[in-house]
T-cell receptor
Framework: DTEVTQTPKHLVMGMTNKKSLKCEQH?????MYWYKQKAKKPPELMFV???????INESVPSRFSPECPNSSLLNLHLHALQPEDSALYLC????????????????FGPGTRLTVT | SQQGEEDPQALSIQEGENATMNCSYK?????LQWYRQNSGRGLVHLIL?????REKHSGRLRVTLDTSKKSSSLLITASRAADTASYFC???????????FGAGTILRVKS
């Protein structure tokens, strides 16, 4: 199984809402990532988890809160978002973190299209 | 911040033609990868080339890397309508800890 799944596919939320994005992989990968992608732009790294511990936070605002409950799951909790946070949120996983890995390939999920109203 | 810059930004070709996309980067790398993204979907890893390699093939894909010019090219031969997508190069910097994506090339293959 080389699939990364993400739920929900689409999410519309108000600026006062709290919601969560979910990501799951069953490839035994030890690194998991959240990326944000705006239209016609490349993905931008937000967070990296390695062995269930936060390894990299790319100075992401605190209204985004990641969580890694176990080695297969990654959540992104959203609170008090702004309209400019509307984007495609991509989850990815890899065998190990980039600097550790002999294989640097990352597997991406299909993304959650988030709209903040 | 972006490490790789790609050109062209957009490319439109007829089915059966070859498509070439270029990627330039700024600092020393460990490896360079190419990913494909169909409209509004996740990215799919296509090929990885290490800094000590000059050329790599995978099916209809051919990737070259010139570390002296800090550039790479992706050639898709005999293109198909299904190749229509955005293509991103991504670099792992030497001693780096993350993948950094270029701006991407939008490829449209007309049938």
């Amino acid at each position: 199984d080389t699939e990364v799944t993400q739920t929900p596919k689409h999410l519309v939320m108000g600026m006062t809402n709290k919601k969560s994005l979910k990501c799951e992989q069953h490839m035994g990968h030890r690194a998991m990532y959240w990326y944000k992608q705006k239209a016609k732009k490349p993905p931008e790294l937000m967070f990296v988890y390695s062995y269930e511990k936060l390894s990299i936070n790319e100075s992401v605002p605190s209204r985004f809160s990641p969580e890694c409950p176990n080695s297969s799951l990654l959540n992104l909790h959203l609170h008090a978002l702004q309209p400019e946070d509307s984007a495609l949120y991509l989850c990815a996983s890899s065998q190990d973190e980039v600097w550790q890995s002999k294989s640097y390939e990352q597997y991406f999920g299909p993304g959650t299209r988030l709209t903040v109203t | 911040s972006q490490q790789g810059e790609e050109d062209p930004q957009a490319l439109s070709i007829q089915e059966g033609e070859n498509a070439t996309m270029n990627c330039s980067y700024k600092t020393s790398i460990n490896n360079l990868q190419w990913y494909r993204q169909n409209s509004g979907r996740g990215l799919v890893h296509l090929i990885l080339i290490r800094s000590n390699e000059r050329e790599k093939h995978s099916g209809r894909l051919r990737v070259t890397l010139d570390t002296s010019k800090k550039s790479s090219s992706l050639l898709i031969t005999a293109s198909r309508a299904a190749d229509t997508a955005s293509y991103f190069c991504a670099t792992v910097l030497r001693y780096g800890n993350k993948l950094v994506f270029g701006a991407g090339t939008i490829l449209r293959v007309k049938s």
